[in-house]
Structures are given as structure tokens and as C-alpha cells.
């Protein structure tokens, strides 16, 4: 096994109570059924390589944990409905891991994929939505802010997808209003909706 990266320790460390057991088991399954595995960080995430390619990334949030193949697309679907960046969805326990054997036998496959070459992505390619309809307190907030408007009409549908979603999934009214008005604000300055990362 390659030596454990003290990045990972420490993003380890910092996160929720409930989230380091399950991340550190991810560690440990990577190691156990790929042992050339190599730590890194991707994204400010803890990522895992294997010659050189990308194996997986895991990342822990404010409730759950995700874990992401990178070639999770082509060994196995998606979990329904998921929201989650990677394909076990929403991993609340250590319990919601699947069995080691399955597990193991999927990061075997993906890494043989990484190795020879293969693309990867995590999600299989489907066919471009269309643009997203904006909700009407947005296309009221934009009418108001010409620098703002400007920025969203011009933005690819994906990036105004990012801030209506964002927007329409806020569950108080308070909280959406604040959303709206934040949106505006990064608009007019020209930022997409996830900005902070884009220079990850």
C-alpha cells in the first residue's frame, strides 16, 4: 500500500462525527482491493489514483457522505433518484456501504478500466437538457438588475440550471428570498453559481 496521505488524515479530522467512520472505511476498502492505490486530493476532495489515473473521490457534507468511481458509469448504475455525486447515493452509516465482496469487486473493475485508458466521468452521457424555466420571484428579481439578467440570458443552460435549482429547492420562504438576492448580486458581478470552486 502506498503511504496514506496527511491531507486525507486531516480532512478526515475536520469532518462531522458521523462521517469519519464511513470515510475511513472507504479508505481502508480502496487500500484492501486496489493496494497500489494512491492518495491524493481532487477537488479539495480525498481522491484515490492508480497509475497515474483517477480511481475515486469521496467527500463528506453537512449529512451525508459520497463516494464517486470514476468510471462508476461504466461498472455500475446510478443509485434512483440520487442526488449524491457518486453512485451509492447518500451514505448516512457505515451500514449504508454495500457488502465488501461487491464493493471490492466493483473498484477492481474500475480501476482495470482506469488503467487501460478508459474515459471516464462518473455519469453516463445523456442528451443536453433545455434550458431551465427561471421561477417568476427570479425573472422579477433579473428584470430589476440589467448586469445581472444579462448574465444569467448568457450563460450556458447547465450554469442557469445551477442557480434555479438552487433557488426552487429552498424550503422557507425567508430562505429562497435570501437565495434570490444572492443570485443577483453574483449575476451582476458575472459568477456562476458555484464560483468559490471553479478554480479547484
Request: hydrophobic share 45%; net charge positive.
Amino acid at each position: 500500500m502506498a503511504a496514506p496521505d496527511p491531507r486525507i488524515d486531516a480532512y478526515i479530522a475536520r469532518a462531522a462525527p458521523f462521517a469519519r467512520p464511513i470515510l475511513d472505511e472507504l479508505r481502508a476498502r480502496v487500500h484492501a482491493a486496489c493496494p497500489d492505490a494512491e492518495e491524493t486530493l481532487k477537488w479539495s476532495a480525498p481522491a484515490f489514483t492508480c497509475q497515474g489515473r483517477l480511481l475515486a473521490v469521496m467527500a463528506a457534507f453537512k449529512q451525508h457522505v459520497a463516494f464517486n468511481l470514476w468510471q462508476g458509469a461504466r461498472v455500475m448504475e446510478q443509485e434512483a433518484g440520487s442526488e449524491a455525486m457518486g453512485q451509492f447515493g447518500r451514505l448516512a452509516s457505515v451500514a449504508d456501504l454495500p457488502p465488501r465482496p461487491a464493493m471490492a469487486a466493483l473498484l477492481r473493475q474500475a480501476r482495470a478500466l482506469g488503467v487501460a485508458g478508459q474515459p471516464g466521468g462518473g455519469r453516463k452521457r445523456t442528451a443536453p437538457k433545455p434550458s431551465p424555466r427561471p421561477p417568476a420571484d427570479l425573472v422579477e428579481a433579473l428584470a430589476g438588475n440589467p448586469a445581472a439578467r444579462a448574465t444569467f440570458e448568457g450563460f450556458p443552460p447547465g450554469k442557469q440550471r445551477d442557480y434555479v435549482d438552487w433557488i426552487v429547492e429552498a424550503k422557507r420562504e425567508a430562505t429562497r428570498r435570501n437565495r434570490i438576492e444572492q443570485a443577483v448580486a453574483w449575476l451582476a458581478e458575472g459568477k456562476a453559481r458555484h464560483w468559490k470552486y471553479e478554480s479547484c
